[in-house]
């Protein structure tokens, strides 16, 4: 992260709210990176789309769970979201943040040929919570998450994308910066300290 970058984040809103997390092909090992490096005190719910397999119950929490301090969960309808803890979509349904800071399952049509969707998380979370949302798109192949990445930028929100030419798979990220509404394109490694300048304060 170069300083200007880093300035940046440090002049940036100090009252985040949510944090959305998108990921397909190669995310477990991108999400397990980023949640790792975050404190058990991480201040700020986090929702998490993750392209599963919908014939397979999901161990994606129970997996995630074990490789970082924060509590992860898999999302149930009606969830209340609670400072320090990680909502993971379950496999087939869509997962949307409500602005009464609860969340919602949904069996929708799918967006891009998935779901969940990336799209309708972040669009959510525009939506819920505008300018005090963070986005954050890491690799999968595709292109799931850009629109939804205008969407947080045009309601003044954060958006994060892991540098393309390093990810695993390069088409989800490479489809949000091609948006031009990325403010922070970061390794993958960079993308915790982010979170964690922008959010503790």
Not at 19 to 35: D, P, R
Not at 82 to 93: L, N, R, S, W
Not at 178 to 190: N, P, R, Y
């Amino acid at each position: 992260m170069t300083s200007e970058q880093n300035e940046s984040l440090v002049s940036a809103s100090d009252t985040f709210e949510i944090v959305a997390l998108a990921a397909s092909a190669g995310g477990l090992q991108a999400l397990s990176e980023v949640l790792s490096g975050l404190p058990a005190d991480f201040p700020i719910p986090i929702a998490v789309v993750q392209h599963l397999d919908p014939r397979h119950r999901s161990l994606m929490a129970e997996i995630l769970g074990k490789r970082t301090k924060l509590q992860v969960r898999q999302a149930e309808n009606g969830d209340t979201l609670e400072p320090g803890t990680v909502y993971i979509a379950p496999p087939d349904h869509h997962l949307l943040v409500n602005r009464d800071g609860t969340l919602s399952l949904s069996h929708s049509e799918m967006v891009h040929f998935v779901r969940p969707s990336a799209d309708l998380l972040f669009e959510s979370v525009a939506a819920s919570h505008k300018d005090r949302a963070i986005a954050v798109v890491l690799t999968g192949a595709g292109r799931d998450g850009a629109m939804g990445i205008e969407a947080v930028k045009k309601m003044g929100g954060t958006t994060i994308a892991q540098n393309e030419e390093t990810a695993e798979h390069s088409g989800m990220p490479s489809a949000a910066i091609a948006t031009h509404k990325v403010d922070f394109v970061l390794e993958l490694d960079e993308i915790a300290p982010a979170l964690i300048t922008l959010a503790v304060k």
